[in-house]
């Protein structure tokens, strides 16, 4: 355990998913290094995300505002966790479904979002399995 703390970004530090798009050292920095809390965000995400296209129906339905304010969080915590093309899918859809944005845009800003979330929520969670992260 003490060789753990005295080199937190040695070996370890190559043990997130490998996913383009995405930056794991970046969010770990924002966790102050804490490796198991990182882990514990990811499968929170993945977990919370998992029903992602019928939350954002459930948005559009609703209307503009409920749809950029799911954007809004969802751009809030990519960018927290390092999903940074995920960050910039939820920023088009929020600006095309804002009071200054092109409705028009808002269907294919929303295929753009849910075609990068669905594998990275699919990919994070297999990753949880296989490295042994459990969620909760």
């Known amino acids: 355990e003490?060789?753990?703390?005295?080199?937190?970004?040695?070996?370890?530090?190559?043990?997130?998913?490998?996913?383009?798009?995405?930056?794991?050292?970046?969010a770990l920095a924002r966790c102050a290094g804490r490796r198991e809390l990182l882990a514990k965000l990811l499968g929170t995400f993945a977990k919370q995300y998992g029903q992602h296209q019928s939350l954002f129906e459930e948005a559009r339905i609703t209307g503009p505002a409920a749809l950029g304010s799911a954007a809004h969080r969802l751009k809030g915590l990519a960018g927290n966790l390092g999903l940074l093309t995920l960050?910039?899918?939820?920023?088009?859809?929020?600006?095309?479904?804002?009071?200054?944005?092109?409705?028009?845009?808002?269907?294919?800003?929303?295929?753009?979002?849910?075609?990068?979330?669905?594998?990275?929520?699919?990919?994070?969670?297999?990753?949880?399995?296989?490295?042994?992260?459990?969620?909760?």
Do not use: C
């Open 2 to 26: 003490r060789d753990r703390e005295a080199a937190p970004f040695t070996a370890a530090a190559t043990d997130w998913p490998d996913l383009p798009g995405t930056d794991f050292e970046a």
């Open 87 to 136: 960050a910039e899918r939820a920023t088009a859809l929020e600006q095309a479904s804002g009071p200054r944005g092109d409705a028009a845009q808002v269907p294919e800003a929303l295929l753009a979002l849910n075609r990068e979330l669905g594998p990275l929520v699919s990919a994070i969670q297999a990753w949880r399995e296989q490295s042994g992260h459990k969620s909760g």
